[in-house]
């Protein structure tokens, strides 16, 4: 509950004062809609700048839960997945293999069952698996971490609605919110993290421009 007050506060300043920037600059009017938290310009269409603006803002919420450990040990740009909120390389030397579900001796499902396993504190979903190398965003900027997201060649053919699906309701997604053992779940809560999701895609999944 705490955390969500603490989320929501931080979430509040930094639109206060994107609204002050932009009216110091004279961008133009903009509405805060308290409902929901999103920042609406008025001159997004006519202005380039306050749309790039748009595009970052809409984007990082989503950027901070792909960036979560939880999510990341799964998505590397290498062979090994990672274990830890640090991020360490999973012990006993597990790696991809030609399929994404380990080597011989390595069989992820082998130690990975359908649920969190209480007794051993192995984590688990059903199909627990490595996303392939097109789909790793390990290091990635917010504007290459989005181009990557949202392209059909290396995210699986999923268009803006699949990637919304896929990120509401696949058991490997959830999965972070109910890791079981002491593993920080990923934050915000779910339901909040879809309707940021859904603002970003709704908005045309935008990508923030590529850092100077
Ligand atoms: C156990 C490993 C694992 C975990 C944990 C995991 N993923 Fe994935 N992820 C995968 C695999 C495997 C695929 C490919 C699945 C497919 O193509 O159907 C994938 C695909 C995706 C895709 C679509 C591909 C793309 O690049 O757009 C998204 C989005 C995604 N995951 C988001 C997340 C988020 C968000 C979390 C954390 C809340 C998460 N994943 C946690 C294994 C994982
Ligand atoms: C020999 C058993 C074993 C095999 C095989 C195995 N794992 Fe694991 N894995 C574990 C154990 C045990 C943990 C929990 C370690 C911990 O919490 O300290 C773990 C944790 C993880 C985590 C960390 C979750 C987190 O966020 O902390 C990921 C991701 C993961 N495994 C992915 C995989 C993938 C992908 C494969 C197959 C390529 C695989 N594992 C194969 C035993 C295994």
Redesign the pocket.
Known sequence: MSRQRTYSAVAMSVVAAIVAVLSIGGVGQSLFSEHDGTLISTAKAAEKNSSVADASQLFSPVAAVLRH??CM??HPRDDR?????DRHP???N????ED????V????????RDENSQH????GAPT???APLSMGWQGLGDAELCATLIDKEKNGGKDIAALVEHMTKDPLVLW?WT?G?D?TPVTPPHPQFVKELTAWADAGAPCPATAK
């Open positions: 450990p939880r040990n799964c997945p990672r274990q830890g909120d999973h012990l006993q597990i790696v991809r293999g994404e579900m380990g080597f001796n390595g069989r992820c499902t082998a130690c990975h051993s504190g192995v984590p627990w698996h490595l972070g890791p053992g593993r």
